[in-house]
């Protein structure tokens, strides 16, 4: 058969079309269908924060605020369900498991795109693995990445298809995979090579800059006023009925000074939805919930503790010699055992959350039931026991009850907090209260959340912290960063090359321990020492743990709240306004 002239092009374009339209039915876009409620598209929605995010980049990010935006705009591989605790496909569509519990093969969807239209492919998640392994970046994340001290070998199968391998049977593979946001080669490829990744989409990145894989994508940022993020109009979610995901055509996040501040937007309208209430905020606007068209929760207790640190770095001689002079006190066992037996913690409970909190005995709240170690009990609150384990660690008290070390010199230190959180300046100040019948002269420095944090995580200058930490799953893994020596966010002493200590290294080994061991039972036993351990050794005083407390505008469609972070946007592309935007 011989075609001429146009005839010939047509035949050619009529085959590339057919070519084109079978290779789009081979390959169409796999869309994760969303089984909540279907909405309303259109409309906007405002958050507050307690501070401004300090990145937007998922390779570095620690704090809070940072981590909110960065989980709207960022998509992982597999995720955890924070309303059911249990994991579900995400851009992984499905996965297979070795019989030895080593090698995980993910099958990736089709078809998906960053939000600046890029394809996103196995490339990707193998350049994002790369990231967050490289000991030089320093990545959080990488502790996650180890098992019996070797990191994962990841390996491209195909464009879609992608096997991570474990040097041991890991226990929780599945979980890790959440929050670890995929990364656009396209754009931090360069980057990376050139040794800038740990600066890449700090908070003057314009939004042609950056991509990401989740719901929304950035559109403003006003230092010290707020963040907006819109619509990915490339996200892979749909409804039951098909809709794209997500409904909301923006999410604000503003920022505020304080837990009153926050309250006072929300009772405003300024915000539609509020986390982490306090609990006399709670009390106030829930009086008013029918008037103004709220509705309010007490989710019970959540996975949030709250903490004494105290500063046991090892590089405050010679450059901080007031800090290190003081932590000579910090490094006895007996002087933290005292002043864990000087906290009255249920007056914490009953003073500071109104009733809606619980003490303490550990790291792990009584929220989180599955691994909870119930042989623990809350420290008694004794004076008399405290003044006695002082007594035996050598310190005394002159005429006036004031206390002294063995050299005779006062016991007086600081306690950092942050003064944007009301209610742990609050605890700090109960706290300096019950240290005065011990004799310690306690002081308590409040500084804006970013400074207070720099102090802890960088400069170290700082006697002890108020804090506080919420896991990212009811699994202790993700939290391994804070308890393994080498981690992170190993508060008290940062940086270590090695176990300062017998009982750290023995914390290090049982975590170690518990990844590689798949049977349930037998990883519960394990991480109930590294509870009684860090119980014992205190470390940090574990204090009280708050309820949570939330609330949103009635008309907020799939607002269902949880006791993982975050706890009111972890749904965010499935939130919706049953009324017509404006009409709220």
Known sequence: MRFRGKSFWVFILLVVGVAALLGQQAFPQDWLRSTSEAGRPGGKLAFAERAEPKTLSPVTALDRPSRDVIRCISGDLIHINRYTQKTEPALAKSWTISPDGKRFTLQLRHGIRFSDGAPFDADDVVFSFKVYLDEKVHSPQRDLLLVSGQPMTVEKLDAYSVRFTFAAPYSVAERVFDSLAMLPRHLLEKDYAEGKINQAWNLNVTPDKIAGLGAFRLKQFVPGERLVL???????????????????DELTFLFVSSQDAEAIRFQAGDTQIISGLSAENFAVLSRDQQSRNYKFEDAGPGLEYNFLVFNLNDDTEGRLPQVARRQKWFN????????????DRSAIVRLVYRGRGVALASQVTPGNKLWMNPALTVPQY???????????????WNQDGNLLDKEGLLVEFTI???????????????????LKHLGMKVQVVSLEFRAATDRVVQSHDFDTALMGLAGGDVDPTPSMSVWLSSGQTHLWHLGEKRPATPWEGEIDQLLQKQLATLNYQQRKRLYDRVQQIVAEELPIVCLASPHILVGAHQDLGNFRPAIIENYVLWNADELFWRIPAGNH
Do not use: C, H
């Not at 009301?422 to 300096?432: F, Y």
């Open 332 to 343: 006895d066992l007996l002087f933290r055992q005292a002043v864990s037996s000087a906290i």
């Open 416 to 434: 950092l907090v942050s003064s944007s959180n009301a209610q742990r300046n609050q605890m700090a100040t109960l706290i300096q209260d019950d």
């Open 382 to 396: 004794s004076i008399a026991k405290a003044r006695q384990l002082l007594q035996s660690a050598g310190f005394s």
């Open 230 to 248: 819109e619509r990915n109009p490339n996200y892979w979610k749909i409804d039951a009925k098909g809709q794209k995901l997500p409904y909301l």
